[in-house]
């Protein structure tokens, strides 16, 4: 026998052991399901980084996977969730080098191997750490295929799609303005440096006339990379600088001959029109340089320190202290015109924050445009489908503008690049090989391999085949590739999601997936973004300590529309995650009613409605309500799958809850506890339909809550030991249940139930006193099912007379319902008429007074002209509201009859 349930849901106590269950029982693996032979459905896990801890981006993150990955399981589909961790080059060196930093050491003093082995050490020891995290929230993952972004396999494929690559002629190495970290010390890819809106400052500088005859004006933002200025650039058509083209300047401070070019690149309404030309910079002043053969002058060392190309009195200065020393000299010499506050989007490092530094450096590129073009088809012909599809257009812009990616990193952790140089000088041959040299395949002469690795994203983008064994034709890449669904914040749209469209449609000639969900952000309630600088995060293993996981999963599901963010309060967990907890309460109490009412032995009679047999509840055994309940029941099947199957997971949420909650708990458990408890018939019919659509609803309600819902699954009758509700069959809509005339019916009594219970509340009428009701219909009787439940609404009402006719009393509460049907409540004998006259008269003369005066400051034209025209309308509001406030009161002490 089935030891009972507890009194209290104490979700600490299950959550572990049924987590580990499931594991034991190899519930997480594509063939898991008993009758899952059909179409596979995969997801891949956005890898979190090895240094990553669970954060509640990660709990929204994976719980929208877990939920889509659950509900396919149980359709039977062949389920794989892939799951994985980044190497994360930049941010894992960057912990490692601080913890050295602890030690009074860097990785220079190490050396590199022996740095990148301390690195192993340190992912050893805490790389799964996030990953045995995400159990706590019930990730249903198939642990036993984790893979590691450089693992043997991964770090094989890497190569591979470098060199193939690299033979067809889109790898190549060359000079180029990239993206400069100096915290990091490495290049960044255009998607890495993120740009932040800032309240800046552009200089206008006076550049004089090689010849003493004028001068020219520029405007910048960064005045010290005045110092590498090689020309003034001019559009060819302003009138302006026409005759100046050609002529040289005399670049003041460092006192350099530069020239005037002409270029169409220059935005005439920008500043003066003539801009300042540093190709060593600035992207856009490469372009020119090259275009007319200018020199560049790098003035910026690694660290954003003037280098030794400036004059020697700013080598070494920071860069922020050479822009004040700039412009002081400048000012100084009569050449700064004026300073004007700029807003403008200045680039920071998407790892440690620091301002980048447009640099010139030789770089390894990929060639995106052919990469791109196929990836920008697959949307247009509909293969790929985004939620919600306003991401369509960002995609489509990005690639469509999109420019070559620099993926060499200048870091010891991560994949090294494979190419290898000759250092024979008669020979100085470059190799690129996927597998290590120890000489040169021309001249076998001594070779040394490129210092730099990859981007991270280089290999990420490969992992929805890379994890299945690519580029060995396995089992598993035949199965599983192409995938399904990615499940991803917007935020890596571009740095990942569609580089793997990319590269799956370039490697594998086909897309990694075609339905992409690009769910919001987790922010807190001044609509912030949480993170650890701001103090605005939540713990997400904290929520689950307090409030168990099933709580935090609804939280986080049903306050999430497709495309919108989730709005949590740091501040206040309580408000935040107290629905989902006793949302789990209501479903344990729910499940321990039932559990503790079926019929002697544990059993409850079979429900087939339109089917024989000696066990069977017949189509006449039913009630109203139990036809009732059996009708919103199949509408919730379809309403909730639906749901799932468009992305709308807080639909899905909310369509379960209104039946669990309202319908089941608080409407048909209530209607039918006199044939439970014997005191009418039909007490078999109503634990057999109690329990089924318990059963049904526990179904639809597991990939959202999954640990709760296991817990009473398991339970009730028929279950074997090793039976789980994570592979029970999805609940299908059943036209026999369907009763249109049942949901109105029973939906009759709901209102008159409704409408006594709401004037028993608004007259304070205490719980446990019963009051008469009488319920009139305009033109003749009142429906007849509410005399056929007549003891239905006089329970649930807590009435001691039901009458279906039109009372002649006068005092009392009144509530008008749809269809010309009205409910009276005499009140003469529940509550102190007197005393509630006077207590509604104090009222309404407090909000005449309020209203009084506050018409008398809204007729203060003074007031009305000369305050802001949101606070006029706020007093607006305020009268309006206690306007009808008062009222309502008046109408209330009508009702009652008072004098």
């Known amino acids: 026998m089935t030891e009972p349930l507890a009194p209290q849901y104490n979700p600490v106590a299950i959550e572990s052991p049924l987590y580990a269950w499931w594991r034991e029982r190899g519930l997480f693996a594509p063939d898991a399901h008993p009758a899952g032979s059909g179409i596979p459905y995969v997801v891949m896990m956005p890898p979190p980084n090895v240094t990553a801890v669970l954060h509640m981006g990660h709990g929204l993150n994976n719980t929208v996977q877990d939920v889509l990955v659950r509900f396919e399981r149980m359709r039977g589909r062949r389920t794989l969730w892939l799951p994985g961790t980044d190497h994360a080059g930049i941010a894992t060196q960057n912990v490692v080098e601080r913890l050295l930093a602890r030690e009074g050491r860097t990785r220079f003093d190490l050396g590199r191997d022996a740095f ?181 002058i ?92 306003r991401r369509g257009d960002d995609y489509t812009q990005w ?38 040299l120890e000489s040169c395949p021309a001249c076998g002469g001594p070779v040394r391999q490129d210092e730099d690795v990859l981007d991270t994203w280089f290999s990420s983008w490969l992992v929805p085949f890379s994890s299945l064994g690519w580029p060995d034709r396995t089992a598993d890449l035949a199965t599983f590739y192409p995938g399904s669904t990615l499940v991803s914040a917007p935020e890596i749209l571009f740095f990942w999601v569609a580089r793997m469209i990319m590269a799956g449609l370039h490697f594998m000639g086909d897309v990694p997936y075609t339905d992409i969900y690009l769910h919001g952000t987790v ?3 001044q609509h912030r973004k949480m993170s650890k600088s701001l103090g605005n995060g939540i713990d997400p293993l904290e929520v689950v300590q307090r409030y168990g996981a099933d709580a ?3 939280s986080l599901v049903s306050g999430m529309s497709v495309g919108t963010d989730v709005i949590l309060d740091p501040n206040d967990l309580e408000a935040s995650f107290a ?25 409850a009679a079979a429900l087939r409605p339109l089917a024989g047999g000696p066990d069977a509840v017949r189509p006449g055994d039913l009630t109203l309500a139990d036809r009732w309940i059996l009708a919103r029941c199949d509408a919730t099947v379809r309403e909730a799958t639906e749901a799932y199957e468009k992305f709308r997971l807080n639909e899905a949420a909310a369509a379960v809850y209104r039946f669990l909650w309202s319908d089941l708990a608080d409407w048909y458990i209530e209607q039918i506890k006199p044939r439970l408890y014997g005191d009418v018939p039909g007490g078999d019919a109503a634990r057999a339909v109690a329990v089924q659509t318990f059963d049904v609803a526990l179904r639809l309600l597991h990939p959202i809550m999954p640990f709760i819902t296991e817990a009473l699954w398991k339970r009730f009758p028929g279950r074997p030991a090793d039976a789980s509700i994570s592979v029970a069959p999805w609940p299908r809509p059943d036209p026999r249940a369907e009763d249109g005339a049942a949901l109105a019916e029973f939906g009759l009594v709901q209102q008159v139930v409704g409408a006594i219970r709401g004037i028993r509340a608004e007259y304070g009428v205490q719980p446990g006193q019963t009051v008469r009701a009488f319920v009139s219909q305009d033109g003749g009787q009142p429906a007849p099912a509410l005399e056929r439940e007549r003891g239905t609404i006089l329970r649930l009402a807590r009435l001691s007379e039901l009458v279906l006719a039109e009372s ?13 049907m009205a409910v009276f409540v005499p009140l003469g004998e529940a509550i102190d008429v007197a005393r509630e006259c006077g207590r509604l008269g104090a009222e309404a003369e407090r909000l005449a007074s309020l209203v009084t005066a506050q018409q008398k400051k809204l007729g203060n034209e003074q007031f009305v002209s000369r305050a802001p025209a949101d606070v006029v309308a706020r007093e607006r509001e305020k009268l309006a509201t206690w306007s009808e406030q008062r009222d309502v009161l008046v109408r209330k002490r009508e009702r009652l009859g008072c004098v």
């Open 399 to 436: 690639l469509e503008g999109i420019r070559d990616w620099c993926i060499s990193r200048q870091l010891w952790w991560g994949h090294r690049i494979p190419v290898w140089y000759c250092e024979a000088e008669s020979c100085m041959q470059v190799s690129v090989s996927r597998t290590d």
């Open 298 to 389: 790098d003035v910026m060392t690694p660290e954003a320190r003037i280098s030794l190309a400036a004059p020697e009195r700013f080598q070494g200065l920071d860069r922020f202290e050479a822009r004040a020393r700039v412009v002081a000299e400048f000012e100084t010499l009569g050449l700064l015109d004026k300073v004007e506050p700029h807003r403008h989007a200045v680039g920071h490092c998407y790892r440690c924050d620091t301002v980048i530094e447009p640099r010139l450096s030789e770089q390894w590129f990929v060639r995106m445009a052919p990469l791109a073009a196929p990836a920008l088809a697959a949307y247009r012909d509909g293969t790929l489908h985004f939620i919600p599809e």
């Open 579 to 603: 629905p989902g907890r006793n949302f789990a309460n209501k479903l344990w109490n729910a499940g321990r009613f039932i559990l503790s009412n079926l019929a002697p032995g544990g059993r």
């Open 116 to 296: 990148v082995e301390r690195v192993w050490e340190y992912v050893r020891t805490t790389g799964a750490a996030i990953l045995e995290q995400l159990e706590a929230i019930g990730c249903s993952a198939d642990w036993s295929r984790t893979y590691f972004t450089l693992d043997e396999g991964l770090s094989r494929a890497v190569r591979e799609a470098f060199v193939r690559l690299y033979d067809e002629g889109l790898i190549y190495r060359g000079f180029y303005i990239i993206n400069w970290c100096p915290r990091c010390l490495t290049a960044l890819s255009n998607e890495e440096a993120e740009k932040h809106e800032t309240e800046g400052r552009l200089w206008h500088l006076r550049y004089p006339l090689a010849d003493g005859r004028g001068s020219v004006t520029v405007a910048t933002t960064r005045p010290e990379t005045m110092l590498g200025d090689t020309a003034v650039a001019v559009h060819p058509d302003d009138e302006r600088y026409r005759d100046l083209v050609g002529r040289e300047l005399l670049l003041p401070v460092v006192n350099r001959r530069i020239p005037i070019v002409a270029d169409e690149a220059v935005d005439p309404a920008f500043g003066s029109g003539a801009v300042k030309v540093t190709p060593a910079h600035d992207p856009a002043d490469f372009e020119i340089g090259r275009r007319h053969g200018l020199p560049s």
């Open 552 to 554: 935090l999963r609804y």
């Open 523 to 525: 922010r807190d309630t």
């Open 808 to 820: 002649t009393e006068r005092i009392g509460g009144h509530a008008v319902l749809p269809d010309g």
